[in-house]
């Protein structure tokens, strides 16, 4: 089955998204990403066969230890149109983005695994999904409709998630950071 790792928006985030994912429903787009039970993120690393999901979790653990909670900034409504159109949410590349892409090639790398060759360096675009399965006649509506609404909220990443699809289902995730330590004294 295929599975991504992905950077998982906080509840503020994820419910913004959720809000684009039914009004671009209700203006044409199919609603794939709701019916498929998908979950607000920004995927790092696509595999496309993983065989054993737990063989990545600690090396997930650990990466999700050594990155914080960041803001990430979105730049443009724009569409991968191909081999179907697939309107998204990009962000900015920046070096947050760029370190946690390499620390996934580098989990990748360490197990033996292939990335898809979308989510390689150099072709990677770091993004959130807002519609795709839908006629492309629609793309323009759609498009439309993307651009019009609110969307330049704060979009923060606070988990690290492993997620296996179609359909959506959270292998693992952790929280982004360090466990706080207590004082017993």
């Not at 794939?32 to 595999?47: D, E, K, T």
């Not at 360490?110 to 898809?116: C, E, H, P």
């Amino acid at each position: 089955m295929p599975h991504a790792i992905e950077l998982l928006f906080d509840d503020a985030s994820a419910a913004a998204v959720r809000v684009l994912w039914s009004t671009l429903a209700e203006v044409g787009a199919d609603d794939y990403v709701i019916r498929n039970g998908s979950i607000p993120h920004v995927a790092l690393a696509v595999i496309d066969n993983l065989p054993d999901p737990a063989s990545l979790t600690e090396n997930l653990s650990y990466l999700a230890q050594q990155i914080e909670p960041a803001r990430l900034k979105p730049t443009a409504i724009a569409c991968f149109e191909s081999p179907a159109p697939v309107v998204y949410l990009g962000f900015a590349k920046d070096d947050f983005l760029a370190a946690a892409h390499q620390a996934a090639m580098e989990v990748l790398a360490d197990a033996g695994l292939s990335n898809n060759d979308l989510y390689q360096p150099g072709r990677w675009v770091p993004h959130c999904t807002l519609a795709m399965e839908f006629e492309a006649d629609k793309l323009d509506a759609v498009l439309s409709a993307s651009k019009a609404m609110e969307w330049k909220v704060p979009f923060c990443a606070d988990r690290l998630g492993l997620v296996e699809y179609p359909p959506t289902r959270l292998a693992w995730s952790s929280p982004l950071g360090k466990p706080v330590e207590h004082d017993d004294g």
